[in-house]
């Protein structure tokens, strides 16, 4: 079984930081990558930024040049740095763990409210 733990999530002004953090535990075998995903009321949910166990990102386009994802492997523990937020940032944050066997672990989500 593997626990995923996020946090840092919270209430920030726009052009505000957040950094968000998600640590993973237990039956971890191997980590084919790390991500995370949001989800705005009524809408669905959407991967922000995603990393490889060797480093290789992928950032949406929304997020581009705001947001940037960070790996430790000895902590098995992702990051996601946001700045200059905007209020359509405000979402459910997901932190998200596949595995060599591309099985997918998702965390409890921490909430990022940007206000105007």
């Known amino acids: 079984q593997v626990q995923l733990v996020e946090s840092g999530g919270g209430l920030v002004q726009a052009g505000g930081s957040l950094r968000l953090s998600c640590a993973a535990s237990g039956s971890i075998f191997s980590i084919n990558s790390m991500g995370w995903h949001r989800q705005a009321p009524g809408k669905q949910r959407e991967l922000v930024a995603g990393?490889?166990?060797?480093?290789?990102?992928h950032v949406a386009d929304s997020v581009k040049g705001r947001f940037t994802i960070s790996i430790d492997n000895a902590k098995n523990t992702v990051y996601l740095q946001m700045n200059s937020l905007k209020p359509e940032d405000t979402a459910v944050y997901y932190c998200?763990?596949?595995?060599?066997?591309?099985?997918?672990?998702w965390g409890q989500g921490t909430q990022v409210t940007v206000s105007s």
């Open positions: 998200c763990l596949v595995g060599s066997y591309l099985e997918e672990y």
């Open positions: 990393i490889g166990r060797r480093g290789s990102t």
